[in-house]
């Protein structure tokens, strides 16, 4: 599974490799958490680069998982740990000095058999700051 993405801020590599801001992040969070999708390589193009990420089976995104269900509703088990899923990806992304910034139905996968969910898209994302954010991000942005 992979995306392209236009190139945003990020780093500069010693050998002159640019790294989109997007990779940067999600290597930083990359390790640690089953509830994060993972970043296996990525490549820059002239104008943009891919990423390869890790594909889970049968994953659909959490709003289209939610219209598949009987009258659009889950049991409270079944809402709760999903829930809990999402809380462990912030905590961990937190604690890794990141923040995702566009946490939405469609940027959740989850396991149709299992419940597991993975928190994905990165592209919004930027480093936690001690001074208020006041810009807008979200909703499709490219930084």
Request: aromatic share 8%; proline share 5%; net charge negative.
């Amino acid at each position: 599974m992979g995306r392209a993405g236009a190139m945003g801020d990020g780093d500069v590599l010693p050998d002159g490799t640019r790294v989109p801001l997007e990779v940067v992040l999600m290597e930083k969070v990359g390790s640690g958490c089953q509830n994060i999708i993972q970043l296996l390589d990525w490549f820059e193009l002239p104008d943009s680069f891919i990423l390869v990420l890790e594909r889970p089976g049968a994953s659909r995104d959490l709003l289209e998982f939610l219209q598949e269900q009987d009258q659009g509703f889950l049991c409270e088990e079944q809402a709760c740990w999903l829930f809990c899923q999402v809380l462990e990806a912030v905590r961990h992304c937190t604690a890794c000095g990141v923040l995702h910034r566009d946490i939405k139905p469609e940027n959740l996968l989850v396991d149709p058999e299992s419940s597991d969910l993975k928190l994905i898209d990165f592209g919004c994302g930027t480093f936690l700051q001690e001074r208020a954010f006041t810009d807008f991000a979200g909703g499709g942005c490219r930084p």
